[in-house]
């Protein structure tokens, strides 16, 4: 299983589509075996749900997205998990741990300050 986090330095991207890149954790029997960076390849509205399908991503961590992007990422069988907070390492563990939750919420607010949420 690969399991994606957008990324911001070491912490959880607040705004999925324009975080600087996906911390890739693949997991086996609930460990962490292997970890990647991939480049965020910029923000296009519906690519990046099928840019991390097409790299077997099976859950994808963001702190904000906006509901087409969660709606694509489920059509590309990729489980969505929004609301997360904190430090990379944390929250994978948090994950494997079965402590992390989706908040459910959705991002409608497009107007942050040079950001926005994958719409």
């Known amino acids: 299983m690969k399991v994606a986090i957008a990324k911001e330095g070491n912490v959880v991207s607040g705004h999925f589509g324009y975080c600087e890149g996906f911390q890739i954790y693949e997991v086996e029997n609930n460990q962490v075996k292997d970890t990647t960076l991939v480049a965020n390849p910029g923000h296009k509205p519906g690519f990046l749900p099928r840019f991390l399908g097409e790299k077997n991503v099976n859950v994808i961590i963001a702190g904000g997205m906006g509901a087409t992007a969660q709606q694509l990422f489920n059509e590309n069988n990729i489980s969505v998990i929004v609301g997360a907070s904190g430090e990379l390492d944390?929250?994978?563990?948090?994950?494997?741990?079965g402590k992390l939750e989706s908040t459910g919420s959705v991002c409608h607010d497009h107007s942050h300050h040079d950001e926005g949420c994958e719409e």
């Open 90 to 97: 944390e929250v994978i563990k948090s994950y494997l741990d």
